[in-house]
């Protein structure tokens, strides 16, 4: 079965740049999104179709899909990113997601 | 705006089945662009897909879960429904119903999850 590989935790300091990795056999060649889960709450689609951000996701979040990597940046990290972060692709019929990042801002 | 809400039992004994149902307002289930999806997540831990229903009665099913599974879709009521069966304690999770765009492969509407929790 397809598997999305992603790191168990992240950390960042306020102001910088934060990079969420999500490997995957070609999921270069699938779409990939990212959810934003914070506690408590149900997960918000913060990208899809690779790159794109829905209305009201900040300009600070962006993605990118090549090879075998997903990538999700969010750039100027503010303390209000700090969430889980799971990647999701579809797979021979199946929804895959990815076993979620811890971003902490400190 | 549409909404999702799940609704059903949050205890359920082990071996018995878990039922809930996710009413969907501001919107149509019978669009053709969506399928409708369940997912799951343990306390502590990741999302789980269990599968995904189209407004004909097609279905897809999590691999792992899909001898215990069966999903179905009232259009009348605007509502999808989850049956899981011979739950464990491995079972208790907080479950959320979505609606999942099929050719951009995403989930862009939850619920706001409900926790179901087996035990005797």
């Known amino acids: 079965s397809y598997e999305l590989t992603q790191p168990p935790s992240v950390s960042v300091s306020p102001g910088q740049t934060a990079s969420i990795t999500c490997s995957g056999d070609?999921?270069?060649?699938?779409?990939a999104c990212w959810y934003q889960q914070k506690p408590g709450q149900s997960p918000v689609l913060v990208i899809y179709?690779?790159?794109k951000r829905p209305s009201g996701i900040p300009e600070r979040f962006s993605g990118s899909n090549s090879g075998n990597t997903a990538t999700l940046t969010i750039s100027g990290t503010q303390a209000l990113d700090e969430a889980d972060y799971y990647c999701?692709?579809?797979?021979?019929?199946?929804?895959?997601f990815g076993g979620g990042t811890k971003l902490t801002v400190l | 705006q549409l909404q999702l809400q799940e609704s059903g039992p949050g205890l359920v004994k082990p071996s018995e089945t878990l039922s809930l149902t996710c009413t969907v307002s501001?919107?149509?289930?019978?669009?053709?662009?969506?399928?409708w999806g369940w997912i799951r997540q343990p306390p502590g831990k990741g999302l789980e897909w269990i599968g995904s229903?189209?407004?004909?009665?097609?279905?897809y099913y999590n691999p792992s879960l899909k001898s215990r599974v069966t999903i179905s879709v009232d259009t009348s009521k605007n509502q999808f429904s989850l049956k899981l069966s011979s739950v464990t304690a491995a079972d208790t999770a907080v479950y959320f119903c979505?609606?999942?765009?099929?050719?951009?492969?995403?989930?862009?509407?939850w619920g706001q999850g409900t926790l179901v929790t087996v035990s005797s």
């Open positions: 979505a609606r999942y765009v099929v050719v951009i492969a995403n989930f862009d509407y």
């Open positions: 229903i189209y407004y004909s009665g097609s279905t």
């Open positions: 999701q692709a579809w797979d021979s019929s199946t929804v895959v």
């Open positions: 179709q690779d790159d």
């Open positions: 070609k999921l270069g060649d699938k779409y």
């Open positions: 501001g919107g149509s289930i019978s669009s053709s662009s969506y399928y």
